[in-house]
């Protein structure tokens, strides 16, 4: 294990794992909350985000990064800070629930996707339904989806290996101790 991820899943157990009952978005009840967010908006653990997604992703091809808002936000501006700093061109672009009905009407936000390789980011992910989501709307709009990542799997890679797609993940709810 690299000291990036090392580091990241110490902040992860320290700052994100909240225990106590909480209703997912998926509908279902669990016993604890892993809140990434308190991660992926963090000054500290934010930039480890975006070095360890990178990481996890490194076997595939994609030249821009994004999900559905607002869990992928960080995760891909993370990213592409993290891209830049090694000397790579990463764009990142933020998929809406629904297409605005004002501007320019876009459904996915920044440079345009259409015929570009992308990797389609959560943070994490418990059916897959708000990655897969995206995935479609990536599709739509003329994008070659290459697989998706999140930084904790909880449960969604049998939904993610229905859809056909890679599934990178940096953590597990074992790697967690959960």
Known sequence: MSNDRDALLAQIKD??????K?????????????DLRRITLDAEAAPLVGKVMLDAAAD????????????ADPVAAAMLHAA???????????????????GL????EGPD???RRVLA?????????????AVEALREAGAEVVGVA?????????????????????????????
């Open 121 to 133: 980011v959560e943070d994490t992910s418990t059916t897959g339904g708000s990655v897969l989501t």
């Open 60 to 71: 595939l091809e994609f030249d821009a990064v994004g999900g559905l808002t607002l869990g």
């Open 150 to 178: 999140v930084i904790v799997e909880r449960g969604a890679a049998p939904a993610i290996a229905e859809a056909g797609l890679p599934y990178v993940t940096a953590y597990t709810l074992d790697d967690l101790g959960l």
């Open 113 to 115: 996707v259409k015929g």
């Open 84 to 102: 830049a700093a090694r000397g790579r061109k990463l764009d990142a672009f933020v998929v809406r629930k629904a297409g605005k009905a004002h």
């Open 15 to 20: 700052k994100a794992v909240v225990h106590g």
């Open 22 to 34: 909480v209703t997912l978005s998926s509908g279902r009840e669990a016993d604890y909350y892993v």
């Open 105 to 108: 009407q876009r459904r996915i």
